[in-house]
């Protein structure tokens, strides 16, 4: 199973793979920051969908290969740009690495352990209440729909499979909502072995159909 | 199945039973909107559990036994100074009328309809926002933790009933939130009778234990 950090820190470790243009350490960082500047402006004008590599690239005065360079595709600026401790293809990958049939058990795994994680739970706590507020921001809205309901999906398989999808999230969503916003008793004080044990049945059943 | 008007229209109702203290109409409007901002200062002061109805009695500067005219109980003046459309002993008669083995198909039933009420589903929405917003209103995180999983739990029994009680509003929560506050596709725009139909089974599991 992935470590937290693992995913927390991905975007930060690209800058330090092979082909970094020359320059000193904070020049680098610089940019890189100017860049995040950027696609938080982008997103927040455009939401999710309509934002665009090449228009980031251009709130920050460099070039789009240059975005590339830093962070990869769209969905790892986005991760970057909002802080994310989750990357949906990671989050997916391993909860469908055993198959089907174990996705439920390993998805109440790594989302009890992301919440209990003190660095990613705040940054979780951060997100769910930025989210909800004001009807939801959309192009975190906009970002769950098109990668995570899509990466889950695709491991669902079926014609409801985006359905299925929805409901999993929902019931994670709502464990995350009443364990550790509204911290409601007696779920916020129940070990979280026990509520991963408790959700596993669950989510398996919606991605069952 | 109750009417989603008449959960919302039980406080107001009893001003109209036996026992009206004498004096026009809008007087007995006046002292109850009074009763209700006091009540709104007690429980944002207070909390739930803190607030009592001396205190917001006092607040008014009316006898407690006015208070208990107008609205009945603490939990009654509650729902009505928070104009919630759920009145969580209804909610749960309803659910349980037909026996535990039909409550997940009651509640997701009832659970829907006041959702996609247009009168209720607004106000839903609204408390849903203020609720979670600044890590939650601690005076509805505690009514929901006192009367609502209070409720269910002695519906359901057995020594886990309060946790499975929890997880079952965990699943509620989650679909409000994805379908009503994040409109995430394509669970958003699935008719409400097939969000029933699915939610049934898994609420009727959370119960089951």
């Known amino acids: 199973m992935a470590d937290p950090k693992t995913a927390a820190d991905a975007p930060g470790a690209r800058r330090r793979g092979p082909g970094r243009p ?4 904070g020049d680098a960082s610089r940019t890189r920051n100017g860049i995040l ?6 997103f927040a004008a455009r939401g999710y969908a309509g934002a665009s590599v ?3 690239a251009r709130g920050a005065g460099v070039d789009p290969a240059l975005v590339h360079h830093y962070f990869g595709s769209k969905d790892r600026v986005f991760i970057a740009a909002m802080d994310l401790p989750i990357d949906p293809e990671t989050l997916v990958t391993t909860a469908f690495a055993q198959g089907v049939g174990h996705a439920g058990e390993r ?9 209990e994680h003190p660095d990613t739970g705040t940054r979780l706590l951060a997100i769910m209440r930025t989210a909800v507020l ?5 192009a975190f809205r906009e970002f769950v729909g098109a990668e995570l309901t899509a990466r889950l999906a695709e491991g669902i398989g079926g014609p409801d499979a985006a359905l299925r999808a929805n409901l999993c999230v ?3 969503l709502g464990v995350a909502l009443t364990r550790y916003v509204l911290r409601l008793e007696p779920i916020a004080s129940t070990p979280g ?3 991963a044990r408790r959700l596993a ?8 159909g």
Request: hydrophobic share 40%; charged share 30%; aromatic share 4%.
């Open 37 to 42: 500047e950027a696609a938080r402006a982008e």
């Open 170 to 172: 929902s019931q994670l």
């Open 54 to 56: 090449r228009a980031i």
């Open 134 to 138: 004001d009807g939801g921001d959309p």
């Open 193 to 195: 072995a026990e509520i």
């Open 107 to 115: 998805l109440a795994e790594t989302f009890v352990r992301l919440w």
């Open 201 to 208: 049945p669950i989510l398996q059943r919606h991605l069952n």
């Open 22 to 25: 020359p320059g000193r350490r």
